[in-house]
């Protein structure tokens, strides 16, 4: 499961995740970077469970740009993984992405208010859960970045 796919739903963001801690105010923010928390693979074949972002290859951070409509990871992770996302709506207060990369389906909803991420993976035989969190990035090109 080593697609760049399944990164996306470790971000995946999950609004439904009970952290202690609320993330920050994404209300008009273009640029976002976002942490996996919770993930869950369930398949066919077996029950549903929890499993760590290795398992799954799926990077701990994710950066998301909304202007450009891509999914990457960060600079630091040493990989070089993007994503374009097909279908991008802000909504009720809501970040809706959607994509299909490598017979699989993608689907994130982050909340602006919060932060809170909750993502989800398809393929065939194989759903992911990821539960997350994001935070504004900087500007491309801002110190740091």
Do not use: Y
Not at 18 to 24: E, M, R
Not at 72 to 90: C, D, F, K, V, W
Not at 94 to 115: D, H, K, T
């Amino acid at each position: 499961m080593r697609t760049s796919t399944v990164w996306c739903l470790a971000l995946a963001g999950s609004l439904a995740w009970a952290g202690p801690a609320p993330a920050d105010d994404l209300t008009g923010a273009e640029r976002l970077l976002c942490v996996t928390i919770e993930i869950t693979a369930c398949s066919e074949e077996s029950q549903c469970e929890a499993v760590s972002a290795e398992e799954l290859n799926v990077p701990r951070f994710l950066k998301v740009d909304l202007a450009q409509r891509l999914l990457s990871t960060t600079e630091a992770s040493g990989e070089n993984r993007q994503t374009r996302i097909e279908h991008l709506r802000r909504e009720d207060g809501l970040i809706v992405l959607q994509g299909v990369e490598r017979a699989r389906a993608f689907s994130i909803m982050i909340s602006e208010a919060s932060g809170k991420l909750t993502a989800s993976v398809a393929r065939e035989d194989l759903g992911v859960v990821v539960f997350g969190a994001c935070t504004p990035a900087p500007a491309a090109g801002a110190a740091g970045n």
